[in-house]
């Protein structure tokens, strides 16, 4: 598989809504977002163009060292794709050369963290997208739940394992494409080079309105989660369903510490508790997220120094609650109020439970 990152990394955006969490620098959750791919073993080449707004022109020298130590033979460019011409020119000439038919891991935004806790889910969904006929596929690796409510909703949804498929047409850069799909959308002749377009969503939004007949394939875990959550879907309380993210205080020092199944916080500590009845978006005595220690991200392995655990509590009743808070994240009308989705059966996720 291929990794294609363009990004800008600016603080000079909207702020989003984070229920009370600290927001990092840009630079700082760029980082923390490489390093949760690196953990990834698909990687035949890995692809960045990226432009650092004036303010972080100086760390450059420093992320080029901290890329080449996460990445194997990373190609760096210090410029984003940010017209029609530019996509055309890496695509022609660096990625598409590159990929011998491989998927494409497309990355425009810097936040969307790889949280799963082993690779499992990511290969099983690669594997049937590899083998499907479809000259246009795509696989969704984040907003995960509004894609499952996608395909529950789609009359010709088709199961491989765990991974669901349905047809459509989603703009959007947040996806494992084939090349092809890249092909139709930045070569298609009513594109001229000079248009200004850093996202495929701003094509399908503003120019292109043919839609693409693309079979999605869902994976059967979340594999990433926008760092922000997705407030464009929070209407009913999905921050208390499926929270923003942290970065946990010593992470790039490799001094994690993580509080498992305690009532407190403390300061400093990353507070892991399946228990809790709410995350701390909503109690500032809340969890920061309702896992288990099982289910801990797998790029956060050989940065944590502690864990600090509360004993008192049975496994049996550590799995119903950790089962109920992932079920909430789908089968709950939460997610749904804006694409009037019906809920994902409950059968679609029983074999992430733990016992």
Known sequence: MILLMSVFITDNRPQPKRFGLSSPSRYDLFRYTLASYSCIDLWQKCFFYIHMDD??????GELDEYIRELFPNPVIRWQRNERVGDWRCSLR?????????????????????????????????VNCFN??????????????????????????????????TYQGCYWDSIQILTPEVLEEIWFHETLKDDDHYP?????????????????????????????????????GGLHNVTPPLSIPPGFFEGDVKILYCFKKRREGWVNINPLSQHYVTQDTQGADYKWMLEDLPLFWQG?????????????????????????????????????????????????QFRT
Request: charged share 25%.
């Open 55 to 60: 303010n972080y022109t100086h760390c450059r």
């Open 93 to 125: 000439e660096e990625v598409f050369p590159a990929t011998k038919d491989s998927p494409i891991w497309l990355a425009t935004d810097d936040d969307h963290v790889f949280v799963d806790y082993n690779l499992d889910a990511l290969h099983e969904v």
């Open 131 to 164: 083998d499907g006929y479809s000259r246009l596929k795509a696989i969704p690796y984040s907003h995960w739940a509004e894609h499952l409510c996608m395909a529950a909703a789609s009359p010709d949804a088709q199961a491989c394992g765990n991974v669901h």
């Open 199 to 235: 996202k495929i969503n701003q094509v399908g939004e503003k120019r292109l309105r043919q839609p693409l007949d693309v079979t999605y394939y869902v994976p059967g875990r979340e594999l990433c989660r926008h760092f922000d959550g997705y407030p464009h879907a929070d209407k």
């Open 303 to 351: 940065r944590i120094s502690q864990i600090e655990t509360d004993r008192q509590h049975s496994r049996k009743r550590l799995c119903t609650y950790r089962n109920r808070a992932l079920a909430a994240n789908l089968t709950t009308n939460k997610v749904n109020y804006r694409f009037l989705l019906p809920a994902v059966p409950v059968e679609w996720i029983e074999h």
